[in-house]
């Protein structure tokens, strides 16, 4: 079964860190580009950031630039966000999405079932 | 970035009712749109890829079109397991920007 997992969310003070963790099964991870798509209570989804199946390409959403850093570790089949300098505004759900490519076209096509970061005082 | 979004916001609905929710892009994307259905407390889930396919296990109510700045979610007869949210996705450019979503609900 195809199956991603979201670990590492939990609550932090403003400045804190967090590193979320993604374990990928069921399919070849190096294979496939990688998300991380947030969600903050109440409201609609954000993408954050992409990386590419080697690593050679990333991406970052204006807001987490230069604070939040993605990589992976495709030994492990495993996805990572290390968020720095968490504000308030940070809280979300965080989700890891498998990126997948139909010809030309691209779709989010595998999503974790999300871990919750809180960043309050 | 490309600015996707959606009307309505939310709708009200019966069983077996035909829904058109509708996405409009701030710029031409051709046919780089996707939907995704979220029910609560769930992660999202693909439905629509390239504007009007189907991905696969998706149930043949749902139906998408459109094409440049405007495009359309059609599910063609209501189902209790369809009262979500949706949010339809530009993949034309980076960063891969969402609609605002619209939230279906019961009547």
């Known amino acids: 079964e195809v199956q991603l997992v979201e670990s590492g969310g939990g609550l932090v003070q403003p400045g804190g860190s967090l590193r979320l963790s993604c374990a990928a099964s069921?399919?070849?991870?190096?294979?496939?580009?990688m998300n991380w798509v947030r969600q903050a209570p109440g409201k609609g989804l954000e993408w954050v950031s992409y990386?590419?199946?080697?690593?050679?390409?990333?991406y970052y959403g204006d807001s987490v630039k230069g604070r939040f850093t993605i990589s992976r570790d495709n030994a492990k089949s495993s996805l990572y966000l290390q968020m720095n300098s968490l504000r308030a505004e940070d809280t979300a759900v965080y989700y890891c999405?498998?990126?997948?490519?139909?010809?030309?076209?691209?779709?989010?096509?595998?999503w974790g079932q999300g871990t919750m970061v809180t960043v309050s005082s | 970035d490309i600015q996707m979004t959606q009307s309505p916001s939310s709708l009200s609905a019966s069983v077996g009712d035909r829904v058109t929710i509708t996405c409009r892009a701030s710029?031409?994307?051709?046919?780089?749109l996707n939907w995704y259905q979220q029910r609560p407390g769930k992660a999202p889930k693909l439905l629509i890829y390239a504007a009007s396919s189907l991905q696969s296990g998706v149930p043949s109510r749902f139906s998408g079109s459109g094409s440049g700045t405007d495009f359309t979610l059609t599910i063609s007869s209501l189902q209790p397991e369809d009262f979500a949210t949706y949010y339809c996705q530009q993949t034309y450019s980076t960063p891969r920007t969402f609609g605002q979503g619209t939230k279906v609900e019961i009547k």
């Open positions: 999405a498998r990126h997948y490519y139909y010809g030309v076209n691209d779709a989010f096509d595998i």
């Open positions: 069921g399919f070849t991870f190096s294979s496939y580009p």
């Open positions: 990386i590419s199946g080697s690593s050679s390409t990333i």
């Open positions: 710029q031409s994307i051709a046919s780089y």
